[in-house]
C-alpha cells in the first residue's frame, strides 16, 4: 500500500485523485451528441493492473466483493467492467483507511452497508453465530 499511496497522505485531496493517478478512475468524453468512456491513458499501468488483479482476487475472500461483482454482472456489465468498479470501490475504501490510519476490517464495513440500508447488504448472506 505505501507503493501505491506514498507516505505523504496530503498527495492526493480525496479519493477520486488517488483513483485517476492510479488510473482505475474512467475518463468520460464527449464531442457532439456522443459520449464515451475508456481508461486513463496516463497513469503508472503496473500499478493499474496491479490493484485490478488484486480486486479481482477479493471477490474470494470478501462476500461484499463478491455480491457487488455478482451485482455488476446481473446489470449487464462484462467481467473486466465488473472488476474494474469493483476496483473503483475497493479504491474509495483503502483511501478512507489510509486518510483515518485505520487498518481495514470487513465486518465494520459490512455493518456500515447494514446501517446505510445498502442494497449490497441485502444480497449478503448473514454469518453463523
Request: with cysteine.
Amino acid at each position: 500500500m505505501l507503493v501505491a499511496f506514498g507516505d505523504d497522505r496530503s498527495r492526493f485531496g480525496n479519493a477520486q485523485a488517488f483513483m485517476s493517478y492510479i488510473g482505475i478512475a474512467p475518463v468520460k468524453e464527449e464531442s457532439g451528441k456522443k459520449r464515451w468512456t475508456h481508461w486513463r491513458w496516463s497513469c503508472p499501468k503496473f500499478l493499474r493492473q496491479s490493484f485490478v488483479e488484486w480486486a479481482d482476487q477479493s471477490r474470494r475472500h470478501s462476500s461484499w466483493a463478491n455480491a457487488f461483482y455478482q451485482q455488476q454482472r446481473r446489470s449487464g456489465k462484462s467481467h473486466p467492467k465488473a472488476i474494474r468498479a469493483l476496483a473503483y470501490k475497493w479504491g474509495r475504501i483503502l483511501w478512507r483507511c489510509w486518510q483515518d490510519r485505520v487498518p481495514y476490517d470487513e465486518d465494520r464495513y459490512l455493518a456500515a452497508l447494514q446501517r446505510k440500508r445498502s442494497p449490497l447488504a441485502a444480497m449478503l448472506v448473514p454469518k453463523p453465530s
